[in-house]
């Protein structure tokens, strides 16, 4: 529940936990994005040469020194992102993965042939003010700080029964959903990685109380010692099934697609687990409660912007030029304007079909989703993509 009156400051410890934390989520989105294009650069390379793409169960990637140095700067971004975990709470150091985002149409600009046009570049501007309002708000001080209050929480049952429906939804979705709709819905592969990512994060949360305790000398060694084996084979599993499946989706579907869902599933699984388990929001003000929500829904404009509109051909040229297009001359520029005007007008209206596909029979391609791979030169047309 929120807090009606202002909550004290925090000591200067938190602060500076808060600080270390930050500058390593902050620094784990450099990697994370990167990593992104190295990887689908690889899948590209295996898909030129025939081999069993990575969603038809194909591990050829595997072989591939390129997808090894992808996973590698990844790794990188995850162990920084696992230690600002340590120092800095979930609440602020998740949201902030958004600014992967913003690297990855950076660098899909220059290596992926994606253009950065006005939308996108809006997009990324969007982006570091919405994290900006995420770092301000955020929670600056910890609710769990040992592994004997972490078992305490664990056995909750509150958060027993979100354990218990994660389980039964990632079953679900690798059983049945996945090998009949995976292919064609881009939400199936992300859920599941979502999903899962949510205990990936809560694992490393409960890995980096345990760092901090043997750094200390403090607690039981037996118990920690037992907690921390315990939390190491949980991450461990859960990210080698999120690996799995998000290689599948990305071989599938476009990043432009695959990052944005991505990463609105993703915080909000890890906000809920984070919500039942550490009660990181408990002591908020409803100011930073609000802002945090503000920030969070500006983060994911950004993100829409950044990716959804990001083929559409738009300049300031084509501004001007559509305003002129409302005189009584038209002009070449005028109806360059009113055409991306129409273009926008026509993803925005696609996105219930986007939602859910028996909301209408309409056919026409929305978002780009049926686009020939330039680099690949194989013609390979991805799926009508629903979420």
């Not at 169960?57 to 700067?73: E, Q, V």
């Not at 990512?197 to 037996?222: Q, W, Y």
């Not at 079909?353 to 194989?378: A, H, K, R, W």
Request: proline share 3%.
């Amino acid at each position: 529940m929120v807090a009606s009156t202002v909550t004290p400051p925090p000591n200067q410890n938190d602060i500076t936990f808060f600080y270390i934390g930050l500058g390593l989520a902050l620094g784990s989105t450099l990697f994370i994005g990167s990593s992104f294009i190295i990887k689908k650069k690889a899948l590209l390379r295996i898909n030129k040469v025939g081999g069993v793409r990575a969603s038809a169960g194909g591990f050829g990637y595997l072989r591939d020194w390129m997808w090894w140095a992808g996973l590698l700067t990844m790794g990188i971004g995850e162990a920084s992102n696992f230690i600002a975990y340590a120092f800095a709470p979930a609440a602020l150091v998740t949201p902030l993965g958004a600014l992967s985002v913003l690297v990855s149409a950076v660098l899909a600009s220059r290596f992926l042939n994606e253009k950065l046009n006005l939308l996108g570049k809006l997009g990324c501007c969007l982006c570091i003010l919405g994290s900006t309002v995420i770092v301000i708000h955020a929670p600056h001080e910890e609710e769990v700080e040992s592994l004997s209050m972490l078992i305490e929480k664990l056995q909750e049952p509150g958060f027993l029964v979100y354990e218990i429906l994660i389980i039964i939804l990632a079953v679900v979705l690798a059983c049945y959903v996945g090998p009949n709709y995976g292919h064609r819905y881009v939400v199936v592969y992300v859920l599941l990685c979502s999903s899962v990512g949510s205990v990936t994060v809560l694992g490393c949360k409960g890995l980096g109380l345990a760092v901090k305790e043997a750094i200390a000398a403090e607690g039981d060694n037996a118990l920690a010692g037992g907690m921390t084996l315990t939390l190491l084979v949980i991450v461990v599993a859960c990210i080698v099934v999120q690996m799995n499946y998000l290689n599948r989706a990305l071989d599938l579907f476009n990043t432009g697609i695959v990052t944005p869902v991505y990463y609105v599933l993703f915080t909000t699984f890890v906000v809920i687990a984070s919500a039942l388990l550490f009660r990181e929001w408990e002591n908020m003000s409803a100011v930073d409660f609000l802002g945090s929500g503000c920030g969070f829904l500006i983060v994911i404009v950004s993100i829409v912007l950044l990716n959804t509109f990001k083929d559409v051909e738009v300049s300031v040229a084509d501004v001007k030029g559509s305003e002129s297009s409302n005189g009584e001359s038209s002009s070449v520029g005028g109806d360059e304007g009113a055409k991306w005007i129409r273009d926008i007008q026509r993803r925005i209206s696609g996105i219930p079909y986007l939602i859910c596909p028996s909301l209408g029979v309409d056919e026409t391609p929305v978002f780009g989703m049926y686009q020939t791979n330039s680099e690949t030169d194989l013609g390979i047309l991805s799926e009508r993509v629903c979420i």
